[in-house]
T-cell receptor, first 112, second 111 residues
């Protein structure tokens, strides 16, 4: 079972920041938070990951709470092409399987 | 360009006719994996491989086989496809410390 909880859907106005929350209250010390997105039926796309510090790359920012029980993915200026299902996943950075356990994700609809 | 290439993109076949879906990556990744995606069930892992000649079952391996003779290739084999294997399939690869790169998907229909 997925170890994360996400809202099933969210809307965001084009050009505004999209803030996608994720709860992972049972995360263990060696588990990272990963975010992926899937646009329509394309292959999931890696966005960002982090352990405990906030992270930023060219796609997004990841804010992880100090207790690591929740995180927020921020798309700073959402565009229509950001409409997708966003998955928050916790897993060990390395490990025997490296399996990604996908939950149902959050469907983000960016509106004009 | 770093990518995972799956073929074919679309396939319609008949029950019992053996088929292979190919997967190739050009990033020298050690880890490769197959997932299937079904409505309401999400993405589920079928098989994975930690490196050449090392493969293991994921969550839904029944009816599938894989092989990893070379680092870059990880084909998915359906020896006797059945209609319940109609699904959208994704191959993925990663190194020990990278995010996963997924292929574009193979939509398989078994009639």
């Amino acid at each position: 079972d997925a170890k994360t909880t996400q809202p099933p859907s969210m809307d965001c106005a084009e050009g505004r920041a999209a803030n996608l929350p994720c709860n992972h209250s049972t995360i263990s010390g060696n588990e990272y938070v990963y975010w992926y997105r899937q646009i329509h039926s394309q292959g999931p796309q890696y966005i960002i990951h982090g352990l405990k510090n906030n992270e930023t790359n060219e796609m997004a920012s990841l804010i992880i709470t100090e207790d690591r029980k929740s995180s927020t993915l921020i798309l700073p200026h959402a565009t229509l092409r950001d409409t997708a299902v966003y998955y928050c996943i916790v897993k060990e950075h390395s490990g025997n399987t490296g399996k990604l356990i996908f939950g149902q994700g959050t469907t983000l609809q960016v509106k004009p | 360009e770093a990518q995972v290439t799956q073929n074919p993109r679309y396939l319609i076949t008949v029950t019992g006719k053996k088929l292979t879906v190919t997967c190739s990556q050009n990033m020298n990744h050690e880890y490769m994996s197959w997932y299937r995606q079904d409505p309401g069930l999400g993405l589920r892992q079928i098989y994975y491989s930690m490196n050449v000649e090392v493969t293991d079952k994921g969550d839904v391996p029944e009816g599938y086989k894989v092989s990893r003779k070379e680092k870059r290739n990880f084909p998915l084999i359906l020896e006797s496809p059945s209609p319940n294997q109609t699904s959208l399939y994704f191959c993925a690869s990663s190194s020990q410390f990278s995010g996963y790169t997924f292929g574009s998907g193979t939509r398989l229909t078994v009639v």
